[in-house]
């Protein structure tokens, strides 16, 4: 079975674009998590979808978005962006709302300049 | 807010040496969860305990559960180099109908000299 995969590996946005961030599950699974990783925080919790409704959100400002389509995979957005959104960005996948383990992708590194 | 702490959050040793790393919350937690994250990847699951007391391995790894279920400890023998990586804990607060979201604690850096 193929695991979570996140494109694009790789990004580099300046102030003030908007970029938008791609998960595919795990073929089966119902239920992607959004983090932001960085060095100083860990891994901070921006959102969930399942079944194409957000069933929890971080607090993250109004600038990151997210929605998940009807064959799970989903998208997060960030707007507006600023410096001190350069991060890792991770996408975890699980069977469903009452499953504990979260499968992650390998992340998408952002960088903002 | 369910809050996880680790510690240490940094640990360098040599190759052959045992450790421990803890994991520590006063919410108790209907399980928790360890990864393992290699640099530019993402965590990796280890484990998942569930019962208060629970004790788990994985090769060289000993996970347990307090019996609390409050917090956890990883205990790496005779370390090698492939052990090397950030370890993460993750506490998920049960479902009870409504969905609550997994806390994640900021790490523990371990780095196995050769």
């Known amino acids: 079975k193929a695991g979570v995969t996140q494109t694009p590996r790789y990004l580099i946005k300046t102030r003030g674009q908007q970029v938008t961030l791609s998960c595919s599950p795990i073929?089966?699974?119902?239920?992607v998590s959004w983090y932001q990783q960085t060095p100083g925080q860990g891994l901070q919790f921006l959102f969930e979808?399942?079944?194409?409704?957000?069933?929890n959100k971080g607090n993250f400002p109004g600038r990151f978005s997210g929605r998940q389509f009807s064959n799970s995979r989903s998208e997060m957005n960030v707007s507006t962006l600023e410096l001190g959104d350069s991060a890792l960005y991770l996408c975890?996948?699980?069977?469903?709302?009452?499953?504990?383990?979260?499968?992650f992708g390998p992340g998408t590194r952002l960088t903002v300049t | 807010t369910q809050l996880l702490e680790q510690s240490p959050q940094f640990l360098s040793i040599q190759e052959g040496e045992n450790l421990t790393v803890y994991c520590n919350s006063s919410?108790?937690?209907?399980?928790l969860q360890w990864y393992r994250q290699e640099p530019g990847e993402g965590p990796v699951l280890l484990v998942t305990?569930?019962?208060?007391?629970e004790v788990k391995k994985l090769k060289r790894l000993t996970f347990q559960f307090g019996d609390a279920r409050k917090d956890s400890s990883l205990h790496i023998t005779a370390a090698q180099p492939g052990d090397t990586g950030l370890y993460l804990c993750?506490?998920?607060?049960?479902?009870?109908?409504?969905?609550?979201?997994?806390?994640f604690g900021i790490g523990t850096k371990l780095q196995v000299i050769p």
């Open positions: 979808y399942f079944s194409e409704t957000q069933r």
């Open positions: 993750a506490g998920h607060p049960g479902y009870s109908g409504g969905y609550q979201k997994v806390t």
């Open positions: 975890a996948s699980r069977t469903g709302e009452s499953s504990y383990e979260q499968y």
């Open positions: 305990v569930v019962t208060g007391g």
């Open positions: 919410s108790v937690f209907s399980s």
């Open positions: 073929s089966g699974h119902r239920s």
